[in-house]
C-alpha cells in the first residue's frame, strides 16, 4: 500500500482497527528530519506545519506547487507498506483526513462494519461515513473508499 499526506488507511481485523498508514505530519521525528534536510523548518501554528510560501500541516502531499518550487520543502513521493491479509480480516477503509479529524478510527470501524451487515454495501458505507463527518462538523474535505474482503473457505 502507498500513500502521501494525511490521508490514511485502517484494516478491520476481527473488528478491531489496525492502523495501515502514518499520517505524514512534519511533527513526526522521521518526517521532520526529512524537510530539514531538505532545507525546510518546521513550526508549530496551531498545529506543527511545515514552513514555506504556505505553511503546510503536512509533510507530503500532491500538489501543493508553491511548497515545491524553487524549493522541494514538501514531496510527492510515497510511502509504501507491505501488509500481509490475513483471513481475519474485514475491510480496508481508506479516507481523507476530513473523516478522521471528527471520527475515531474504532468508530469509523464499527460504523462500516455495521453498514455492510446492514445494508451489504460497500459504497453505502463509505457515503455512511462521509454523511456523518459533515454531521459532527469537518472543515476539510471528506473522501472515503471501503474495499471489502470476501474470503471464501475451500473443503478438502
Not at 44 to 60: D, E, K, M
Not at 70 to 80: A, G, N, Q
Not at 97 to 114: P, W, Y
Request: hydrophobic share 35%; proline share 4%; net charge negative.
Amino acid at each position: 500500500m502507498g500513500w502521501v499526506g494525511d490521508s490514511r488507511g485502517i484494516l478491520s481485523r476481527q473488528g478491531r482497527y489496525l492502523r495501515v498508514s502514518e499520517d505524514h505530519k512534519p511533527d513526526r521525528p522521521d518526517e521532520r528530519k526529512a524537510v530539514e534536510a531538505r532545507g525546510g523548518h518546521v513550526i508549530f501554528r496551531g498545529t506543527y506545519r511545515v514552513a514555506g510560501p504556505t505553511a503546510l500541516a503536512v509533510s507530503r502531499a500532491i500538489g501543493d506547487i508553491l511548497m515545491k518550487e524553487p524549493r522541494k520543502l514538501v514531496t510527492s513521493d510515497p510511502e509504501i507498506k507491505t501488509i500481509e491479509l490475513l483471513p481475519q480480516d474485514e475491510f480496508l477503509v481508506m479516507a481523507s483526513d476530513g473523516l478522521f479529524d471528527v471520527m475515531r478510527d474504532q468508530c469509523v470501524i464499527e460504523t462500516v462494519s455495521k453498514h455492510i451487515r446492514e445494508n451489504k454495501s460497500c459504497k453505502g458505507a463509505a457515503d455512511k461515513l462521509t454523511e456523518m463527518a459533515i454531521e459532527k462538523g469537518s472543515l476539510d474535505n471528506v473522501t472515503a473508499l471501503v474495499v471489502q474482503f470476501l474470503w471464501s473457505s475451500t473443503d478438502d
